[in-house]
Every structure is written in C-alpha cells, then in structure tokens.
C-alpha cells in the first residue's frame, strides 16, 4: 500500500526567506506527482504536475522535483511571501493497471510566512 | 469554464437522515473521485469513476454509494447518516492523458 509522508508538519518563517517542503513515497514504480495549495475552508488549487518521466517543474517561485530511485519529491519556495501562508499537499498518481489515476494524498504541511 | 462545482457548500443532518452530495465539472474529464478530509488525517478516498457508467470503491466506501450516469456529474449519496460522516467532501476530475486533477470547493457536512 502506498504511504506518503510529509515534513515538516508545519513551518515558520519570515517573509523573503527561501524554503523547501519535502514528500516522501514508499511505492515509486511508475506515478505521477501532483503538489497542491489549499487555505482555511477552501478547496485544493493545483499548482505542479511532475510526471513520471520528468525530474521537475517550475511555476514562477515554485520549482517542484521529483526523484523517483529515493522515493521523493521536493517543493522549493523562493522569497516566500505572507501571501503564500497555506497548506500544502502532495499526491501521489498512480499511471498503471487498475489503480490509474488514482490520488493518495500525504497529510500536508501548513506553512506561515510572517511579515 | 466553471471547473468542478459542488453543492451545498454546507450542510447540517440529522442522525438517520440521508442526502446527496452533488458535484458536476465542465473540462469533459473521464475521471471523477469523492474524497474526504478529516482534520489532521489527510484526504482518503471514497469512490471513484474512470467514465459514465463505471464506478469503483477507494479506502473508505462505507456508508456511501455513487453513480455516473453522464460525464458530468458524479453524485455521493450518503444513506442513514452517522456523526463518523463529519467531515469536508471534495469531488474531484481527471483526464487520463496527463492525471492532472482538478477539485472542487467542498462540503461541510455535520452530522449531528
């Protein structure tokens, strides 16, 4: 069964500092891997879909990589700002057999960007 | 385009009663999925649909029941609601080229 672990569980920091937020899997074999953002009482924004062949993506101040043989992926926040206090989640997507499309989620890490 | 629409946005029940939970998306996904979010547990899967007519369980089907009759529309039933439903219901869609995946905004139910 897939796991999905995130760390840290929450983080604090300054405005401007850079940052990386870390999801670990325990199934690489062929998945996709999809990073959300999610605030107080919304829904999940989608904001990088690495896929299985690829080793990274970026969006503007976020550039997400993931390395398949350790079982990892990796978000990086650059000059974070307060506007970007929020939850964020990692899934994993399965991309074979039955199971295809399928999301499990790690349980996120809640990030506070302070003035 | 709209995404994934949910409705209600919220909802009360009553121990017993029983309701649906509707969610329609407008991007022609053949993917759509029922996920629920408990605090501090993470999003677990409930059902899930790989296109019209064709319905499978994920990690927690008990006491939920689907059905996709178009490729719009993926409605959660939940019959005798129970305090352990308490929870916030994301429906989300897919399409199988790239598995990206879209979510709508929820619904908060509380059964009481």
């Known amino acids: 069964k897939q796991e999905v672990t995130q760390i840290p569980a929450a983080l604090s920091v300054p405005e401007g500092e850079n940052l990386v937020l870390n999801c670990s899997f325990t199934?690489?074999?062929?998945?996709?891997l999809q990073w959300f953002r999610q605030d107080p009482g919304k829904g999940l924004t989608s904001l990088l879909l690495i896929q299985s062949s690829q080793r990274e993506q970026t969006s503007g101040r976020l550039n997400a990589s993931l390395d398949k043989s350790s079982g990892r992926s990796t978000l990086y926040i650059a000059a974070s700002q307060p506007g970007d206090s929020a939850t964020y989640l990692c899934a994993v997507i399965y991309v074979g057999g039955t199971s295809y499309g399928k999301l499990t989620f790690g349980q996120g890490t809640i990030l506070t960007v302070h003035p | 385009n709209a995404g994934v629409t949910q409705t209600p946005k919220f909802r009360i029940l009553k121990i017993g009663q029983s309701m649906t939970l509707q969610c329609t998306q407008d991007?022609?996904?053949?993917?759509m999925y029922w996920y629920r979010q408990d605090p501090g547990m993470g999003l677990k899967l409930i059902y899930y649909?790989?296109?019209?007519?064709?319905?499978d369980k994920g990690e927690v089907p008990n006491g939920y029941n689907v059905s996709r009759s178009t490729t719009e529309d993926f409605p959660l039933r939940l019959e005798l609601a129970a305090p352990s439903q308490t929870s916030v219901y994301f429906c989300a869609s897919s399409w199988p080229g790239d598995t990206e995946a879209f979510f709508g905004q929820g619904t908060r139910l509380t059964v009481v």
């Open positions: 199934d690489s074999a062929i998945y996709n």
């Open positions: 991007m022609n996904h053949n993917y």
């Open positions: 649909s790989v296109g019209a007519g064709i319905t």
